[in-house]
Structure formats: C-alpha cells, structure tokens
C-alpha cells in the first residue's frame, strides 16, 4: 500500500483515533518549512465516549512520558528509545524516506516503534507540542493486558525491535537503546518468576 500511495506524505490512522481540524496543516507547515526533516509528529488529546477531553496530553497521560525530554536538546530521538508514546495518526512521513527505509514491518505487532527508531536513528525526525489528532477511549481499549503469557511476548517483542535497530545508533543513544534491550529482558525474567535472572540484567540496565 506505501509504493502504491500516490501522495508526497504519508501516515498511519487507527480506528479509535480522529484527526483535528489544524492537526494536519500544522505537521505539513512544519515539514515544508523544514526541508531536512523526514518525519515530525505532534500531541493527542484523549477524549470520552461523550466527546468531552479527558487530557490534553495523551503522551503524558497514557504513556507518562516527559515532552520535556521531546523537546530537550537532545531531540525526540532518545524520547523515541526510552519513553515511546506515539500513538495513530500522531505523524507524517515523506513518503520517500517511508518507502526507503522499508516502511512499516507489518509482521510486528510493535512496527510503529521500529519504524520510529529507524528514522530517530537519521537524526531527521522532529516534534511539535501541540495536539494534531484526538484518540477516543472506551472500555475495549483501556483494559491492561493481564495474562502473563501475553505479557511475556510482548516483551519479547518489543526486545527484538530493539536488538534489530541497536546498530543503526552512534554514541550515547546507541548505548541507550542497548540499555533498554537489558531492561526489556528484566521485564520478562521479573514475569517468569526469575529472580536472579532479574538481577543480572538490571545490573546490565545499570
């Protein structure tokens, strides 16, 4: 669907989410008034069945991330490896950076982070803190997955993308996300009961 897309930009939606009138003028401004920049994504207001806003921040809300971190001068991309809080249709790609980079991975279940991170890894991403979509939440999508087998997989998951895209950092960052790798692994040993196994990673992590 990426190669066969017609337009200049592009982005991904989700049901539950709902894009704001200016939402998208302003990530195209920002794009077009930053030619190096590949991707920028903004904010989310989370919002009730009845329409009424519940945050103004969905990043710190759902995810309790620091847009302060976001914002730092060490840009959104050490916000991307260690606070990850996009969400739908919070961005927008030049399609021919998408296209390069090999798009979204759709055999993920976390392909918007490993997209993110492959483009983090550039330097060309950027955020603007301003709300540019809104994400509608209802018991469906609030419930917290419990089953630790579940859990478990994720975590597994989420430590592949991580391992996968460690070589594309330099620096500081690079040795942040492979921080993150060993904190991931404390999660799974903390959900199979492995208490030593617990301690030797986040002593890695440290």
């Known amino acids: 669907l990426l190669r066969l897309s017609g337009g200049v930009f592009v982005g991904v939606g989700a ?4 894009f704001l009138p200016d939402g998208t003028r302003k990530l195209l ?14 904010d989310y207001l989370v919002v009730g069945n ?4 519940i945050h103004s921040s969905g990043m710190e809300s759902l995810h309790r991330a620091s847009k302060r971190l976001y914002l730092s001068d060490a840009g959104p991309a050490r916000a991307i490896i260690c606070q990850w809080a996009l969400a739908g249709p919070v ?8 296209v390069a980079m090999g798009g979204w991975d759709e055999r993920l279940r976390f392909e918007d982070w ?6 983090a890894a550039t330097g060309r991403l950027a955020f603007i803190d301003t709300p540019v979509c809104g994400y509608r939440v209802h018991q469906t999508n609030t419930s917290r997955v419990t089953d630790p087998a579940i859990r478990i997989r994720n975590q597994e998951e989420a430590r592949r993308v991580a ?3 460690v070589e594309r950092f330099r620096g500081p960052n690079q040795r942040l996300l492979a921080a993150q ?9 903390y959900l199979k009961r492995q208490p030593l196994s617990l301690a030797r990673h986040l002593m890695g992590f440290a």
């Open 114 to 119: 490993d997209f993110f991170l492959r483009v």
């Open 163 to 165: 391992q996968r895209n």
């Open 15 to 18: 049901s539950d989410y709902y």
């Open 50 to 53: 009845s329409g009424d806003v």
């Open 29 to 42: 401004a920002y794009l077009g008034a930053h030619p190096s920049t590949d991707a920028v994504f903004g």
């Open 181 to 189: 790798c060993k904190l991931v692994d404390a999660k799974i040993a």
């Open 91 to 98: 961005a927008l790609v030049r399609k021919q950076t998408a």
